[in-house]
């Protein structure tokens, strides 16, 4: 209570402490002496001099009531031990018929012990101190306060005015954790066993019975203090005289909600406004805590949404905003202030964070799209004495594997750059993505539509390291299939190799069934940019499994010209060409035994370098599909190992609609002996696993003479590749320079500047390579060699650091001449041709 504007005016300890004198009723009001009393002035004066003496209050004179209508005069009253007030005249008392006519009529003089009749009225003794008198008078003023509001009680609910009372709520250790109510702020003092304790007025000693009393009290608003126990109280007992500031001994504060129509105001507002942030249920008595972010972060929709209201619903609401705009205006305003330019402090850490909003998490790659974002699930919280680090909040993120589900998990924030100091919102481990760098959102977007992409079987390029978005003939191609990598690991399911991207748990669809068929991936961002950072893949070139970066991947970009630049006549490419399209389905096939003979074999022959592997890399770019290439040496030797290997090698080649190509298959085609057992049963294998494949299988081999009779049925198209002549070297030259002179320009950037692979590489001098394509032609090279040839060249101007010209060139092809030239030598002058012709096996 505010002392300077009560009835009473407390000015110091001694001072006076004055009210003016009002009418009174007749029953507590004492009639004057009459005129013929038998005291004389001199007695009367005798008897005023005696009752002014110190210490003789029991002299002093009780008046008896004056007679009604007589109003006592105005007088000082004063508390102190030392004086007592009297009803005193300006002149001598003189007999009544000296008095003029205008002071006929006026009581006598009279003493009045006023100390001691404050003393009856409060119940308290004569001895007691002034303080004493002060304070009980506070509390007989509030009880009068209270007997005054209870005679409101009787009116309807709509009729009270609402109001939010706070109360001081201390709970003490010492007595077993009791706890006392007060209305006025406590306070510290030397007591207890730890010297410091927390004491206040205005004391409510039974909560039920004042909220009774009280009922336009619509909120209570808690500030809970403790004492006598706690680490808090500790620190402080050995100063707590000094501590000016109440508000630092609070350790929590709340709100219950007392009127169940503001319950009511507050449940229909925050269910129009606050469907997306979680807030308080609203019950009766139901205790919530600060600092209410679900108010901080809505206010806006809660202010739109109050205008909806009935004008009783928003007075209801009124009283909570009186509250919150005393307790949190300007706190709001601080924390605005810091968000609006993308600072926090640790202070104001709970505030950053709200529920069902997007937060991303740091990556060691600085690249965009490389965070893991979340879903925020909860409010942040601390456990009990949590470090910094400690701070944590429930997400939620998807997860895939076949089926998409939605995982919870807890995150932690991280440390604080700074306890004390303001620090970018960014700085964080966990933040936000509002706050995020400009086109974070985007490139995390583009990841989940390309995860999206990915949910079905999707045949991928892979970009690795590079990030100037061109794709590369020697980027890595993947198969992205979950369906498949199940089926190969069935074990993962338990225990997989790739923890985050399948995940260990029973199948679970939190997506359904109809949005899975759907081309369009949802289009909510808590779907698309919470999607899972990395996917299996196999590699198409290792066979292998491996976990992809799916911001690294792109969609493959056929190479429609290569199937044009190969050399080989126009009607071999034509024939290709229409085996390749117009492929007997297997269940549209010809042969009588179901499951047999619908493949496509095409057999290429002939020396190194003349260009049969293009040939099966460009079937598979004009037939846009998977290139699945296979060596010797992936196989093994074993016919139960070969027969195993085979048989995976022919259902992923048929699940993912590849083009198999077996190079250098002369060791599964030579024929059999009678005397080598292990060769004859790996051919036996062999020409089983190829009678019921009925996809594109393409078969390289320069040893085509040793072939067993059984395989020339089972061949749709051999074609041989003879010696490389130098009009097609001379086309082989072009295209290769063609090549380089395009790789030339997807070295830089759209804005020109070069990219960082092309630091070192000057370029190529394409004009003048060009004028000498017909010297370069005349080299009696294959296509393996002239490739070659241009690599080294190329290294070699690096070294130099110049363009790559026909210099260059020219030296690495005469140094390969010299080699070419010492074979021959070698071998009497035979080519390798008519050696292995001379052998019978080319």
């Not at 005291?39 to 008897?47: E, G, I, K, L, Q």
């Not at 080519?831 to 019978?840: L, V």
Request: charged residues 30%.
């Amino acid at each position: 209570m505010d002392t300077t504007k009560g009835r009473y005016e407390y000015r110091s300890r001694g001072d006076n402490f004055s009210t003016r004198s009002r009418p009174r009723d007749s029953t507590h009001s004492h009639h004057p002496p009459p005129a013929s009393s038998a005291a004389s002035p001199s007695t009367h004066r005798d008897s005023t001099k005696t009752n002014r003496r110190f210490g003789e209050r029991e002299q002093s004179i009780r008046p008896s009531p004056p007679a009604d209508g007589i109003i006592e005069s105005s007088t000082r009253l004063h508390l102190s031990h030392r004086q007592e007030s009297t009803y005193e005249s300006d002149e001598a008392p003189v007999s009544p018929q000296l008095r003029p006519e205008k002071h006929r009529g006026r009581p006598p003089l009279l003493t009045y012990n006023w100390r001691a009749e404050v003393c009856r009225f409060l119940n308290l003794g004569i001895e007691s101190s002034d303080e004493a008198l002060y304070e009980e008078l506070q509390a007989a003023e509030k009880r009068l306060e209270e007997a005054d509001r209870l005679t409101s009680l009787g009116a309807p609910p709509e009729d009270l005015i609402p109001r939010y009372q706070t109360i001081h709520r201390v709970r003490c250790a010492e007595g077993g954790q009791h706890e006392e109510f007060f209305l006025e702020e406590p306070f510290a003092v030397n007591s207890g066993p730890q010297n410091f304790h927390l004491r206040a007025s205005n004391r409510i000693d039974n909560y039920d019975l004042y909220l009774e009393r009280n009922k336009d009290v619509a909120l209570v608003a808690f500030k809970d203090y403790r004492c006598c126990g706690s680490s808090r109280s500790r620190s402080r007992r050995l100063d707590p005289i000094g501590i000016s500031d109440p508000s630092t001994l609070i350790t929590n504060e709340s709100v219950s909600i007392i009127s169940a129509e503001l319950c009511s105001a507050l449940r229909d507002l925050t269910d129009r406004a606050l469907g997306h942030i979680p807030h308080p249920e609203f019950e009766v008595e139901f205790e919530f805590p600060s600092p209410f972010l679900w108010w901080f972060h809505g206010r806006r929709e809660l202010e739109e949404s109050q205008q909806n209201l009935d004008s009783y619903g928003q007075s209801q609401i009124a009283v909570f905003q009186q509250y919150l705009d005393y307790r949190f205006e300007e706190e709001w305003a601080t924390v605005d202030s810091l968000l609006a330019k993308g600072e926090i402090s640790a202070q104001y850490i709970h505030y950053l964070y709200v529920p069902q909003t997007i937060l991303v998490r740091k990556s060691e790659d600085e690249r965009p799209g490389q965070q893991e974002a979340y879903i925020a699930d909860s409010w942040l919280s601390r456990p009990d004495g949590g470090r910094s680090s400690g701070y944590l909040i429930d997400c939620k993120s998807w997860s895939f594997d076949g089926n998409f589900q939605k995982d919870s998990t807890t995150v932690s924030i991280g440390r604080f750059p700074s306890m004390k100091k303001t620090f970018k919102v960014t700085d964080l481990a966990l933040y936000p993505i509002s706050f995020a760098e400009n086109g974070a959102e985007e490139a995390l977007r583009e990841r989940g539509k390309m995860f999206w992409k990915c949910r079905k079987r999707n045949y991928v390029c892979y970009s690795e390291g590079r990030d100037n978005g061109i794709q590369s003939m020697s980027d890595p191609r993947f198969m992205v299939d979950i369906a498949t990598y199940k089926l190969m690991h069935p074990s993962d399911q338990v225990a997989g190799d790739f923890p985050n991207d399948i995940p260990k748990r029973a199948n679970k669809d939190d997506l359904g069934a109809k949005a899975m068929s759907r081309d369009e991936p949802p289009a909510r961002d808590d779907f698309l940019l919470c999607l899972p950072k990395s996917i299996p893949g196999f590699n198409m070139n290792k066979k292998e499994w491996t976990s992809l970066d799916v911001s690294r991947i792109t969609a493959v970009t056929w190479n429609q010209e290569a199937f044009n630049t190969l050399v080989v006549d126009e009607a071999t490419k034509k024939l290709i060409s229409a085996l390749v399209t117009t492929k007997i389905d297997a269940e549209k096939g010809t042969d009588l035994m179901s499951g047999k003979g619908n493949g496509l074999f095409i057999l290429l022959h002939g020396g190194p370098g003349t260009g049969k592997t293009l040939t099966a890399e460009s079937v598979a770019e004009y037939s846009k599909k998977p290139l699945y290439r296979v060596t010797c040496g992936d196989i093994g030797t074993k016919a139960e190992e070969v027969e195993k290997y085979l048989e995976v090698v022919m259902l992923l080649g048929k699940t993912w609609d590849c083009v198999v190509l077996l190079d250098e298959a002369d060791v599964f085609l030579e024929q059999r002996r009678i005397f080598d057992l292990q060769r004859n049963a790996l051919v036996s294998v062999f020409l089983r696993v190829l009678e019921y494949y009925d996809g594109i299988l393409i078969l390289t081999s320069n040893r085509v003479g040793i072939f067993d009779e059984a395989f020339k049925s089972r061949i749709q198209l051999t074609l041989r590749y003879k010696t490389l002549q130098e009009p097609q070297r001379l086309q082989i030259w072009g295209n290769f320079i063609a090549r380089l002179e395009s790789l030339q320009s997807s070295t830089f950037t759209p804005n020109h500047s070069p990219s960082p692979n092309a630091t070192e590489d000057l370029g190529i001098n394409v004009v003048e390579i060009r004028e000498n394509l017909k010297e370069l032609a005349e080299a009696e090279l294959n296509g393996r060699e002239i490739r070659n040839a241009i690599s080294t060249a190329r290294q070699l101007a690096m070294f130099e650091k110049s363009m790559m010209g026909y210099r260059h060139l020219k030296l690495v092809i005469e140094e390969t001449r010299k080699f070419g030239e010492y074979l021959v030598e070698l071998r009497k002058g035979f080519t390798p041709d008519e050696i292995m012709k001379d052998m019978g096996e080319r």
